[in-house]
T-cell receptor, first 114, second 112 residues
Framework: DADVTQTPRNRITKTGKRIMLECSQTKGHDRMYWYRQDPGLGLRLIYYSFDVKDINKGEISDGYSVSRQAQAKFSLSLESAIPNQTALYFC?????????????FGSGTRLTVV | GESVGLHLPTLSVQEGDNSIINCAYSNSASDYFIWYKQESGKGPQFIIDIRSNMDKRQGQRVTVLLNKTVKHLSLQIAATQPGDSAVYFCAENTGTASKLTFGTGTRLQVTL
């Protein structure tokens, strides 16, 4: 089983719909992140959480919200999806001991908003 | 704003040759850099890292060079193999705890 699991792997949704992307991890890491990847733009940070009670905005948080339900679960929501949110979304984890060295990514969720 | 970027979007090399992927960064306060490999349909995977107090670090078939004077980072892959075909990203620690800024990526294509 993967250390960082993202569901769904692929999703097509309509403009205006609410959608949730889920991430769970078995690494025991306390830090979790959501990134989006667009062609030619690399990965950009949406939100991050250093523990269950800590939520922080990244560089492109507008239009997104997150919930850290438990240490192992971090979900990303699009309250009202729009076409320019079509992208590949990645969840990542790290911990305070290994820090950036231990950064681990999930396999991604490909989201298409039509 | 300050960012991490890459010079070449696509690099094509012949199997067995050495590959060099370059990355320019602009944040002089960055103290930690990582190279990631992303294969099709997968998330980025850690390849090698380097701290700003080092100029060079070697792994298995990979070497990272850091030139702080010109803010340049490179990834060298020796004896490139078909399995090395992927997109490679550099990333830097922006100075705040455990957050990385990523470059746009270079696609490495290995020809037979």
């Amino acid at each position: 089983d993967a250390d960082v699991t993202q569901t769904p792997r692929n999703r097509i949704t309509k403009t205006g719909k609410r959608i949730m992307l889920e991430c769970s991890q078995t690494k025991g890491h306390d830090r979790m992140y959501w990134y989006r990847q667009d062609p030619g733009l690399g990965l950009r940070l949406i939100y991050y959480s250093f523990d269950v009670k800590d939520i922080n905005k990244g560089e492109i948080s507008d239009g997104y919200s997150v919930s850290r339900q438990a240490q192992a679960k971090f979900s990303l929501s699009l309250e009202s999806a729009i076409p320019n949110q079509t992208a590949l979304y990645f969840c990542a984890t790290s911990d305070r001991v290994t820090g950036l060295y231990g950064y681990t990514f999930g396999s991604g969720t490909r989201l298409t908003v039509v | 704003g300050e960012s991490v970027g890459l010079h070449l979007p696509t690099l094509s090399v012949q199997e067995g040759d050495n590959s060099i992927i370059n990355c320019a960064y602009s944040n002089s306060a960055s103290d930690y850099f990582i190279w990631y490999k992303q294969e099709s349909g997968k998330g980025p995977q850690f390849i090698i890292d380097i701290r700003s107090n080092m100029d060079k670090r070697q792994g298995q078939r990979v070497t990272v060079l850091l030139n702080k004077t010109v803010k340049h980072l490179s990834l060298q892959i020796a004896a490139t193999q078909p399995g090395d075909s992927a997109v490679y990203f550099c990333a830097e620690n922006t100075g705040t705890a455990s957050k990385l800024t990523f470059g746009t990526g270079t696609r490495l294509q290995v020809t037979l």
